[in-house]
């Protein structure tokens, strides 16, 4: 049995722990208005927030949703600021806990991890297999709308194994159950909230452990629902794929993309954005498309509105930040050679 703990709720709810909670969620924030109307009667506004923890009177707001389209149609829903100071208070008391459960080859949304380590550690694993076995192939899997999907029971039945203080799980019961899924009741956490990150984290934990231990699986990297096996035996693959369908619809409730599919690795293995092989790395098609789009656009609306130009520099250093971990010298030529941004 997994250790278990108590006595966290003094910890959430001490006034220290808030204090850093509302530090924590202003960063990147500090001059938006709303956090900008909470830190000017801050200690009010964390003492009334600690006694509504301690009275159970705490309720968490509506979300504000809004849709972003690249590179697909989301759902962002997004927490007040007030109720983003809770979630940091709880995150930063309960994710060591789960932190030390994690295995290694998960990256999303943890410290010291993150896209560019999860891209060398799958370049890491392509170089060991090539050294092993020559010739293999890859298994790339994602979930169905996965946030969308997450099955509350399921995920709060992996809570309670390791924390057994009532007043914490009934706070974390009732962020869960603050967001409405337009998939199903009992089904879905926001994108867009922080504890939503950790909570999909120790949702598919068990999976990354049935995956490394139950299986014995060298090469697996995770990156939130998205994650690769590689493998050299295709057969094989094609038998886990099938154990993996029903792991994820049996113990998590949920289902595979059908987009999930087999393929020879020297077709370059598709993850985090980028092109994977062996020997060297590519920027994905569709980023490189899609920022051929975007820039081609900028000119024509700088003319009209030359305070388009900051936004314009962000963007394009956003870009050559994704490139420079790449081999991409080609590609960004053929985005950024053509853009001139010229007054009339």
């Not at 009334?48 to 149609?73: A, D, G, S």
């Not at 599919?261 to 954005?273: L, S």
């Not at 962000?314 to 007054?343: A, N």
Request: proline share 4%; with cysteine.
């Amino acid at each position: 049995m997994p250790k278990s703990f108590s006595h966290l709720w003094e910890q959430v709810i001490d006034f220290e722990n808030l204090y850093h909670a509302f530090r924590a969620a202003s960063t990147g924030k500090r001059y938006r208005w709303e956090s900008l109307k909470f830190k000017n009667n801050l200690e009010e506004n964390l003492i009334t927030l600690q006694n509504e923890l301690i009275w159970n009177t705490y309720k968490p707001q509506p979300y504000r949703h809004f849709i972003v389209h690249e590179p697909k149609q989301r759902l962002i829903s997004t927490p007040t600021f007030r109720d983003r100071v809770v979630h940091h208070a709880l995150c930063q008391v309960i994710e060591p806990i789960f932190e030390n459960r994690f295995i290694s080859e998960t990256f999303a949304c943890r410290r010291g991890k993150g896209t560019n380590a999860a891209v060398d550690h799958v370049q890491k694993c392509a170089r060991a297999a090539q050294r092993k076995w020559g010739t293999y192939y890859v298994l790339k899997c994602d979930i169905k709308s996965f946030f969308p999907s997450v099955d509350h029971a399921v995920l709060k039945k992996i809570l309670q194994r390791f924390i057994s203080d009532e007043k914490v799980m009934n706070l974390i019961d009732g962020i869960i159950r603050s967001y409405e899924s337009p998939v199903q009741d009992g089904k879905g956490i926001p994108i867009g909230a922080l504890t939503s990150q950790l909570f999909a984290n120790i949702d598919l934990s068990p999976f990354d452990h049935w995956i490394k231990e139950d299986n014995h699986l060298l090469y697996y990297a995770r990156y939130m629902d998205d994650f690769v096996i590689l493998h050299h035996d295709k057969p094989y693959l094609f038998e886990l794929l099938c154990k993996i369908e029903n792991y994820i619809h049996d113990t998590l409730k949920m289902n595979l993309n059908p987009k999930t599919g087999i393929f020879p690795a020297k077709q370059g293995i598709d993850f985090c954005g980028y092109r994977i092989w062996a020997a060297y790395i590519k920027p994905r098609k569709s980023t490189i498309k899609r920022a051929k789009k975007r820039f081609k656009q900028m000119p024509e609306m700088y003319k009209k509105y030359q305070d388009i130009f900051e936004h314009a520099k962000m963007s394009m250093m956003s870009f050559l930040g994704y490139i420079r971990h790449c081999q991409g010298w080609r590609s960004t030529k053929s985005v950024l050679e053509k853009i001139v941004f010229r007054r009339d």
